[in-house]
């Protein structure tokens, strides 16, 4: 199988600033970089519930999957050596690379990928992309070095679908607070509430990582971040979550900030199956009443951008749809009234604790007043949100950002948190998996968003930048973090 045809259409550019010094000098391989992040990981087995925070720490450092999503947006064989196709797109193939082991010292078996990938279709799986593996219905291993896969139908985005599976040990057992994973790191100490750190592998089985260790440092606000970088605590920030903190980095030569391309979306999200959110016409005032340039303008000045549906401009079906529903305070009463509320309605927002939602929720609630509409907000943790508003579907409205990449499909999941259920935007997801080019998947998935988007089935607020900040004598980090990623195996601190 040509393996060029399944790289993303979508190229990543990140506008770069770096320090001629950092690269100039000799990096120290033994070096402990030290990252500073807001997403600590509520556990360390990404079907389970963990949080974006497992992604950023484990994902392609303590774990890798037969494909990697790369930081520039491309999807490559990492721990398959090569595989093909049948012609009837039903069957694939894959043979593994030979001599990986896993942390514990087991040899990588084609029995640990039937294992992994059972793990995340499994029913008691938390994993978001379970749905996008449900085509799978064999797994076979003829032998140690080779997995058959066979579909019920085409999906031409496995090898993508697949990237999300970390492979594991098929010894392992409860790995929500151990690891046995095949990656550049090990797990070293991991203070709950404080800190997780990377012990170099030295049994590792491609390049070293540039570095000896890794430690992640999590804070619960972004001033405590920000000050933990500028007083030599940490060595790199992932993900500036306030602009007005640039301005302690800006100009300063001990200093590099990054700006990447994001594919974290901030929505607010109704509950589609309960009363007013059931009805489009409430949504679509909702989205009118809010006047979504002045709340990025708020939140990140003049970083960030305006989107009009779930998809990025990173992804294949981007369209520009920022036109649907454009800002109109007086046809947004006019929608709640031919909607049977002329006097408007109240509801409950709950809001993650976590900036910048409590921002953006004050917001909301202050444009809602305009027309009528009362918003109780109701301030709950993280844990607190995955409980009652994704597992539970307890709720009437949430403000969430995404960080996963080419995730349209959820939409046509109307088992999702959201409940948005529309037969002919499940119809063109499920067919666009099928689809026998890439070029129909896009112009399916390009349908489905237009429908999405017309039916206001969330308020899409904005697209979060993705800004990194580090100290200049550190180099070599992603500056995209698709889905929250961050490979910390090239990063080099200078000596």
Not at 431 to 456: F, H, M, P, W, Y
Request: glycine letters at 6%; hydrophobic letters at 40%.
């Amino acid at each position: 199988m040509n393996t060029s045809r399944l790289l993303l259409t979508a190229t990543l550019l990140a506008g770069v600033s770096l320090s001629g010094a950092a690269w100039a000098q000799d990096y120290d391989p033994d070096a402990t970089i030290r990252i500073g992040s807001l997403y600590e990981p509520q556990n360390l087995d990404n079907t389970a519930g963990a949080g974006q925070g497992i992604n950023e720490a484990f994902n392609g450092n303590v774990y890798e999957a037969l494909f990697q999503l790369t930081d520039a947006g491309a999807v490559e064989p990492r721990l398959v050596e090569s595989y093909e196709a049948s012609e009837d797109g039903l069957t694939y193939t894959f043979k593994l690379k030979p001599g990986v082991t896993f942390h514990s010292g087991d040899p990588l078996t084609a029995a640990d990928v039937k294992y992994s990938i059972e793990r995340v279709t499994a029913e008691t799986s938390q994993s978001s992309r379970k749905r996008s593996l449900s085509t799978i219905s064999a797994i076979e291993t003829p032998d140690d070095q080779t997995v058959v896969i066979t579909l019920s139908a085409r999906s031409i985005s496995l090898p993508y679908n697949l990237s999300y599976v970390w492979i594991v040990n098929d010894a392992a057992t409860d790995i929500t607070a151990t690891e046995d994973g095949t990656g550049p790191y090990t797990l070293g100490e991991w203070r709950r509430g404080s800190a997780l750190a990377l012990a170099r592998f030295d049994g590792y089985w491609d390049e070293a990582p540039t570095n000896g260790e890794v430690v992640y440092t999590y804070f619960t606000d972004a001033t405590a971040l920000n000050n933990a970088l500028l007083t030599n605590a940490v060595d790199v920030i992932t993900s500036v979550q306030s602009p007005d903190s640039l301005a302690q980095f800006a100009g300063n030569p001990a200093f590099v900030i990054t700006e990447g391309a994001s594919t974290t979306k901030e929505l607010l999200a109704y509950n589609d199956r309960v009363a007013p959110f059931d009805n489009v016409q409430v949504r679509k005032a909702l989205a009118r009443a809010t006047d979504k340039a002045r709340l990025l303008n708020s939140i990140w000045g003049e970083y960030g951008t305006l989107i009009g549906s779930f998809v990025p401009p990173t992804d294949p079906w981007y369209v520009d749809l920022t036109g649907v529903d454009a800002y109109d305070v007086e046809s947004a009463k006019q929608l709640l009234a031919e909607a049977g509320y002329p006097d408007g309605f109240e509801f409950t927002l709950d809001t993650p604790d976590y900036d910048p939602h409590p921002l953006v929720a004050q917001f909301l609630q202050s444009e809602y007043a305009k027309i009528g509409v009362t918003v109780n907000i109701n301030i709950i943790t993280a844990n607190e949100w995955y409980t009652k508003v994704y597992q539970e579907k307890n709720f009437e409205a949430t403000l969430q950002e995404h960080v996963n990449h080419r995730d349209i499909v959820f939409y046509g999941n109307p088992d999702f948190y959201w409940g948005y259920n529309n037969p002919d935007v499940v119809k063109l997801v499920a067919d666009a998996e099928a689809a026998g080019s890439e070029a129909e998947q896009v112009e399916k998935l390009t349908e489905a968003n237009r429908i999405i988007a017309e039916d206001a089935a969330s308020n899409w607020l904005y697209l979060y930048p993705q800004i990194v900040v580090s100290a200049a004598n550190v180099s070599g980090y992603p500056v995209n973090g698709l889905n929250s990623q961050f490979f910390a195996y090239d990063i080099e601190k200078s000596q």
